[in-house]
């Protein structure tokens, strides 16, 4: 396993935005140093993933399994680019993607129980992680609900059977109304 990096790594990722140097400190020393190869699995759909990742270096893809055995790409990720943010604020949950590597990889990983012995401790540095993952969750959130409203909106416009416009509006009222599943 390669040495820690320091601070400057989490220097620019919104996700460590406003900690002091002591808090990245402090954040770094709980964190795991991670290296992988090109194809590598980091996070399996459907599995519980418990750990947080910065990817320092390197290039992802998140994926998700389709209908029919095809896998649809969501988003390419880059170097200082956060995944796993899920199972660390849901440690019930699966993961919702898979996460692959597509080129060789170094990232710094925080597991769930050290980041949650943090916050029991009162650490400042770990509510402000929660805090600035809360606004990343609720960023991807905004973008998802207006990528939904351009879906529902053109099987609207194109003619889609009434009943498939009914279960868009039916699901959408859940997700972003009642919030109720």
């Not at 954040?27 to 459907?46: F, H």
């Not at 993933?49 to 270096?57: A, E, K, T, Y």
């Not at 996460?99 to 402000?128: D, H, N």
Request: glycine share 8%.
């Amino acid at each position: 396993m390669a040495d820690r990096p320091g601070i400057e790594v989490l220097t620019g990722v919104p996700l460590y935005a406003g900690l002091r140097s002591d808090e990245l400190g402090e954040l770094l020393e709980i964190s795991e140093m991670r290296s992988a190869d090109a194809g590598e699995t980091l996070v399996t759909e459907g599995q519980p993933s418990p750990v947080l990742f910065l990817l320092l270096r390197g290039a992802c893809e998140v994926r998700k399994a389709g209908t029919g055995g095809q896998t649809h790409v969501l988003a390419t990720l880059g170097d200082k680019s956060v995944f796993g943010e899920v199972g660390i604020v849901a440690p019930s949950s699966v993961a919702t993607a898979s996460v692959v590597t597509t080129a060789p990889a170094e990232l710094l990983t925080w597991q769930r129980p050290a980041i949650r012995a943090r916050l029991e401790a009162g650490s400042t540095a770990a509510f402000k992680v929660v805090a600035n993952l809360a606004e990343v969750l609720a960023g991807r959130l905004r973008r998802m609900n207006d990528e939904w409203q351009k879906l529902v909106e053109a099987a609207t416009t194109a003619g889609a059977p009434a009943e498939k416009v009914r279960e868009f509006a039916s699901f959408k009222s859940k997700l972003l109304k009642d919030w109720a599943f």
